[in-house]
């Protein structure tokens, strides 16, 4: 069983910080890319960053200079450093990453469960 869970949502004012965390967590034999997305309501879920695992790193338009992607390998860890929020960051956040459980020999795609940020102007 393979469980993705993210922490560190909350509310903050506009121009503050958060850093979500997600760990991936069960019989995993490998994990390879891991993401960030956001969902806000009335809108498609989104890409924010994508971090390979060679730490290539891929961000949205939207947030390139102000949110870091990073990864602890040996924590099975993904984080997201978001600094000088806006209103409009205000979502869901959901992490995901492509992995191999033990066992299975295939690489899927899991989802954690979302995490809520609400940045207040």
């Known amino acids: 069983q393979v469980q993705l869970v993210e922490s560190g949502g909350g509310l903050v004012q506009a121009g503050g910080s958060l850093r979500l965390s997600c760990a991936a967590s069960?019989?995993?034999?490998?994990?390879?890319?891991m993401g960030w997305y956001r969902q806000a309501p009335g809108k498609q879920r989104e890409l924010v960053a994508h971090i390979t695992s060679g730490d290539t790193t891929t961000y949205a338009g939207s947030v390139k200079g102000r949110f870091t992607i990073s990864r602890d390998n040996a924590k099975n860890t993904v984080y997201l450093r978001m600094n000088s929020l806006k209103p409009e960051d205000t979502a869901v956040y959901y992490c995901?990453?492509?992995?191999?459980?033990?066992?299975?020999?295939?690489?899927?795609?899991?989802w954690g469960q979302g995490t809520q940020v609400t940045v207040s102007s």
């Open positions: 069960g019989s995993i034999f490998s994990i390879n890319a």
């Open positions: 995901n990453a492509d992995l191999v459980p033990l066992r299975r020999g295939a690489e899927y795609h899991y």
